[in-house]
């Protein structure tokens, strides 16, 4: 072991400078090499492939924000779901098989719930007649 504390942390700093010198080489030369021919069709801003039109601080429907948070809502209680398949095995070697199947029933139960919840209160439709309406 060394003598000097620090000395263990040499081989990382080398590290870290190397990698920092060859992202600062490839950028440079990039910049160096690439050629620039600025058009009117490179500055302007880039739209899923489609020509801008209007005002981009436009308002967006509410039922946009309401899926978006269901989205993620949703998608955060599916995360839950994946723990527990790696571990059911190991609930099963320890007796409590019986008791993690019921209480994912339970969770997957409250989540069906929700779901039909919002399906039912047409959060979920992104049809002409809900949007005539006006509905969220």
């Given at each position: 072991?060394?003598d000097?504390y620090?000395?263990?942390?040499?081989?990382?700093l080398?590290h870290?400078?190397i990698?920092?010198?060859?992202?600062?080489?490839?950028?440079?030369?990039s910049?160096?090499v690439?050629?620039r021919?600025?058009?009117?069709?490179k500055l302007?801003p880039?739209e899923?492939g489609?020509t801008?039109v209007g005002?981009?601080?436009?308002?967006?429907?509410v039922?946009?924000?309401?899926?978006?948070m269901?989205f993620i809502?949703?998608d955060?209680e599916?995360?839950?779901?994946?723990p527990?398949?790696?571990?059911?095995r190991?609930?099963?070697n320890?007796?409590?098989?019986l008791?993690?199947?019921w209480?994912?029933?339970?969770?997957?139960?409250?989540?069906?719930?929700g779901?039909f919840?919002?399906?039912?209160?047409?959060?979920?439709?992104?049809g002409?007649?809900?949007?005539?309406?006006?509905d969220?």
């Amino acid at each position: 072991m060394p003598d000097n504390y620090y000395a263990r942390y040499l081989p990382f700093l080398i590290h870290v400078l190397i990698a920092g010198g060859i992202a600062t080489a490839i950028i440079v030369l990039s910049w160096l090499v690439g050629t620039r021919k600025p058009t009117r069709a490179k500055l302007s801003p880039y739209e899923c492939g489609m020509t801008p039109v209007g005002d981009s601080r436009q308002r967006f429907s509410v039922k946009f924000y309401l899926v978006a948070m269901l989205f993620i809502l949703f998608d955060v209680e599916a995360v839950f779901i994946y723990p527990w398949a790696v571990i059911l095995r190991d609930l099963k070697n320890l007796g409590q098989g019986l008791f993690g199947l019921w209480e994912m029933l339970v969770y997957i139960a409250i989540f069906l719930v929700g779901f039909f919840y919002i399906w039912k209160k047409g959060v979920l439709d992104w049809g002409a007649a809900s949007m005539k309406r006006g509905d969220f």
